[in-house]
């Protein structure tokens, strides 16, 4: 049996950016615009602090500017909406990213929908939900939109396929499998009540681990020649899908890492970009 090709995410994602960069610049050369994304964090968990930082460092090699605006972790629903409101009015901020996990005492969903549609290049809205479902013209949630642009790069069209999606959060496995029904593949949703996984992910054409349990999908429940797309990301830089015994079964996998982490941030880039362009009335703007 041969072995799966491997879906490098770290090189696609590569020239997403490159792409956007140059597009970020040709817009500040034509219009003075420079695109800006807010990040907004509540608190100081350390590993927000961490992928805070990453997103920022990422935008100014992009040449995107990028605005912080750290709140207490006393900060309240009304406060943070209250933020993410003038965030949403403010013409000089063209993205806004507001950091997950915000805290037990404050309603996210009320935050999320403070973000105005327009400049929700995260993909967490309602608004964006329903776009993204519908296959409309709007901003992705970014694993999702990661995960679509690796399919395509690598030929996989999911019209048709049987896709088996393992997890059902909001941002990551129920807009993927949105994503995926939008491009008319025959979708099925797992998650922990699921019976029996193994006979679900047997079926499978395409398996998205969207876990967080580390090696949770068996190389033996690969269907042979499936197209195997592991979301997950645990302590040791493991994946959802157990990628040794996987790899001897599938046509193509994505690695941990280096698959589906490069992509979020190069998809949120990318979104950000058009967001800037689309509000400087540009035409290559979606
Ligand atoms: P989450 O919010 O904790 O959701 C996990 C999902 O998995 C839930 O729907 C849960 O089911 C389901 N689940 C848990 N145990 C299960 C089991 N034994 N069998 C089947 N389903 C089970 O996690 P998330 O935010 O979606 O993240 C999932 C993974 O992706 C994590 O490893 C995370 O680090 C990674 N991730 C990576 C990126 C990236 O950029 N690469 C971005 C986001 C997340 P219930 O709904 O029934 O609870």
Redesign the pocket.
Known sequence: MTQARLMDGTALARRIVEDTARRAAELTARTGVAPCLATVLVGEDPASVTYVRMKQNRCRKAGITSRHVALPASTTTAELVGTLRELSADPTVHGILLQHPVGDHVDERAAFEAIAPEKDVDGVTFASFATMSFGLPGFVS??PG?ILRLLDEYGVDPAGKRAVV????A???KPVGMLLLARDATVTY?????RD?SAAVREADIVVA????PR?IRGQDIKPGAVVID????AGNVG?VDFDSAVERASLITPVPGG??P??IATLLEQTVTAAEAAAGEPEAA
């Open positions: 970014c694993t990661g393992v997890g059902r959060s941002i990551l496995g797992c998650h922990s009540r699921t996984l969207a876990v967080g349990r949770l979301a997950g990301y645990n959802d589906v982490g992509m979020t």
